[in-house]
């Protein structure tokens, strides 16, 4: 054997332990392997952040404009997008509160993430709601005076995408890293 091989072979002896150690200690040192929701408050409401398909989501559809039989239609329209909506149950706003603006979302802690698609369709300018003491999995859409139209998939999905992922509200923590 030559020099020259026998320099070679200690070279790529000492590359292989370098690259050894250096595997050895990132999984040692890795912080991902560690539950991140074990930090939440123990009083903390507990939300799912997961992003659901339409097929997934439930809707109540309301109109607080003056615009008689709104409600209806973009219940039809939202149906047709395969969200889950039953467009008879399309009415004026059951709380009576006054909207502003495009759309206001209101749902619980199991919707969260689902509230964040749907969003997505008044391409992000629909107020959110968040009530932790509502238990169902439904997601109501009231629409307010500045509603012009629902955005198109296109739109959605740039919407969805410029916004990242789901936020929990303030004084909730993640169930699905917890």
Not at 37 to 65: F, H, M
Not at 83 to 101: R, S, T
């Amino acid at each position: 054997m030559t020099i020259a091989r026998i320099r070679a072979l200690a070279i790529v002896g000492v590359l292989f332990v370098a690259a050894l150690v250096l595997v050895t200690v990132s999984i040692v040192k890795d912080k991902q392997t560690s539950a991140q929701g074990a930090s939440c408050p123990k009083d903390a409401v507990r939300v799912d952040t997961y992003l659901a398909d339409s097929e997934n989501i439930q809707l109540n559809v309301y109109n607080a404009t003056d615009r008689p039989g709104l409600a209806n239609q973009i219940a039809q329209e939202l149906k047709q997008r395969k969200f889950k909506v039953d467009p008879d149950k399309a009415n004026n706003d059951p709380l009576g509160k006054p909207v502003e603006g495009v759309a206001v979302l209101r749902y619980g802690p199991k919707m969260v993430g689902a509230a964040w698609v749907v969003r997505s369709y008044f391409l992000n300018e629909a107020v959110r709601e968040f009530d932790p003491s509502r238990q169902d999995q439904t997601i109501d859409v009231v629409l307010g005076p500045s509603f012009q139209k629902l955005a198109t998939e296109t739109e959605q999905r740039l919407a969805l995408a410029s916004v990242g992922r789901a936020i929990p509200p303030k004084g909730t923590c993640d169930i699905r890293q917890a």
